[in-house]
């Protein structure tokens, strides 16, 4: 049974009264007992206090993400105050940020980061993230609120940071991490093996570091193809081959990086990092909820060929920071390529336009993004009251996106087997120039200024081909849009004390517009009225930019003599311009700036450490968004923006203390996300509404060797975690149900 929400909000406000907190709960090892302290570099300024930042900032150190047993970006996502991780399966998940969003198909409204390279919509269908594993990291940052100043496009709604480890040149090391586990209910078994070899090549002057895994995860879905009745009666028409069979969804992450790190002076140093990932899904994970009790979509073409997804990613990165005494100057350059393939059997969503349940339809989403982007930087750190950073940005991305949709019947059993319905290609250029700034004032020895401008450019073509019966036959189209804006961020600072800092902050975020794909008006306007048939709105041209203002305020304390910490925060966003994505009557996606928003909201977070072995970490939030203005089409004022719960929480609690002399620990993990849809109407069923926890335990068997156990999921909750709305409430993702394994560490050299 899922608690009610008062039961959840009675438990959080229990742990707020019992501990204070944040993200990281790793202490000092001094003989006071009080917190470490937790450096960021969200601010491109080097390395600053977490709780002198001025923003709301959650932090997950390495030590976290090694007992909590963080792997994926929902793992730590989840527990952090006004995040929502809408899980769609590999490489096609979405984030939601203080709930800005309003097509979470398509939305990417907040930043994704690898050290300094870019991987944000990198994804599946350019709206989701590549799902980059945490292996070897440093830590995490996620930073709440628009950054549009310093990180530009696409972080409207907050940014995700994963700083990697660097090559250490003083020493070599090694570490080889295997785990095993098992999936309830569908699910099979899951292995994972990773290393990491570090190796100085000039003492001091040169390393490198090398990093590989492989993860294979069962899939926990049920294919019902071979007993499904139509099914079967259209596979024996065409030819086809149907079969039954548990473990669908089943996926594999294999990848790696290569870290090379040069300095050849103290105040010279150059870090180059590749990074690679394969990802292969079998079969798409969803359920198709019309089956009733068995929740499973037939997945299974025609032709016998099973469902599937590939997603290969590319990213190399050179960051180059040179320190002049009271300059430093940082370059970035970013290079990154994306391959996707994806097929589907559709025919479920138009066999009842038939009378049946099914045909054999076939759908195929292909794509990749090549992209190059610098970055130069210049940063002051000399005495004074006042500090500055200035900085541009360039970036020239192409982008492809295809679609074809075949009957799939037999062409040698069926005279309609393999007929083209529809198939398009989406070839887009976007060519960016950014000019950005930041200075810091001291008012007063207490009170500080800061104010920030980004001045950004861009120019974007778009060729799109369709072809096929419902096209009537082939046509194509070249677009071009251009646009420029600035972007603002104004705050002020008040820290009385070491262990206090108050601020408030105005700041704006953005997203780049472009040409909209072609919509042919023979198809979609056949009354020659010049509005979409059943949307009645004008064939669209271009999709404008949208931007959104936010207010902040805030404030961050350390408390019991540095054994806790506790950061509040209340915010105002105010967004215009949202480009809303919808199938109109006629098949065609269309994207239209629709309407306004406003998202208010209360977050709290913080860390104690109730004594030297026990410490806890909690996050709580609550926020409400909506329409404020009608989004035609689509959604009327008052509506609940989708994709975000109105109340979320989490709280971990972990032991660290020695066993018969050897270090262990315990942790437990417990996070509640409220309900929430995945569309403007609130139509059909709610997701979230769920609450997971995760159980940990580990002992360091020798100083080399650590052995741990674990369970995610320990109440096997069946939350739903997506509904697709675009073609109807027909199909679901769930959580991963209820997975125990254990893991094996072992490290050589320091």
Known sequence: ?????????????????????????????????????????????GDVSAQETALSISVASDDLIVKSGMVGMDDFLRTVPSVNFLDRGAGRNGLVVRGV???????????????????????????????????????????????GTLYGDGSMAGTVRAITNKPDLTAFSAEIVGEYSSTANKGDDNTMLQGVLNMPVIKDTLAIRVVAYDYDNSGFYENVAGSNPDKQIWAGAFGGVTTDSQDVGSDQYTGGRISVLWQPTDNLTANLIHIQQDIEQSGIPESLLALGETRRAPFQRQTGAGEALTMDLDLTNLEINWD??????????????????????????FGPLLGVDDIPLYLADSGGVDSVAQELRLNTQFDGRWQFLVGAFYQDLERTLGQDFVFEGQPDLDPFGGLLLFESTLVETVEQIAFFGEVTFDLTDSLSAVAGIRRYDFDQTAKDQN?????????????????SGNTYKLGLTYAPSDDTTVYGTFAQGFRLGGPHPLIPPEVCDFDGDGLIDGVDVPIPDTIASDELDSFEIGAKFVLANGRATLNVAAYQVEW?????????????????????????GVEIEGQVLMSDIWSMNYGLSYVSAELTDQAPGLGESGDRLPGSPEFQMSVGLQADFDLMGRPTYLRTDVTHIGEYFNNLQEAGLEAGDYTTINLRAGIDVTEKI?????????????????????????????????????????????
């Not at 406000?13 to 969200?42: K, P, R, S």
């Open 324 to 349: 002049l005494g009271s300059f430093v100057v940082t370059s970035s350059t970013s290079v990154a390529e994306t391959e996707e393939l994806q097929d589907r059997d559709v025919g479920m969503y």
């Open 101 to 147: 969003s309003a097509s979470p198909q398509t939305d990417v409204t907040t930043g994704v980061y690898i050290d300094e390279a870019t991987v944000t919509g990198l994804g599946s269908y350019f709206g989701g993230n590549p799902d980059l594993k945490y292996i070897d990291m440093q830590r995490v940052e996620v930073l709440r609120g628009p950054q």
């Open 576 to 600: 215009e311009g949202i480009p809303v994505a919808q199938v109109a009557d006629c098949g065609f996606e269309l994207t239209l700036n629709a309407g306004e928003a406003e998202s208010r």
């Open 467 to 483: 072809d096929g019966l419902f096209n009537g036959g082939f046509t194509s189209n070249s677009l071009s849009s251009d646009d």
């Open 706 to 750: 650590s052995l741990s156990v674990f369970a995610r999921n320990l109440t096997n909750e069946d939350g739903l975690t997506w509904i697709e709305t675009e073609l109807g409430d027909g199909r679901a993702n769930y959580l991963r149900p209820r997975t125990i394994g254990l893991q094996l560490r072992a490290m050589l050299g320091q």
């Open 1 to 45: 049974m899922i608690p009610s929400k008062k039961f959840n909000l009675a438990f959080a406000i229990a742990g707020l009264c019992a501990a204070g907190g944040g993200a990281q709960f790793v202490y000092a090892q001094t003989d006071a007992l009080v917190l470490e302290e937790v450096v960021v570099t969200a601010s491109k300024r």
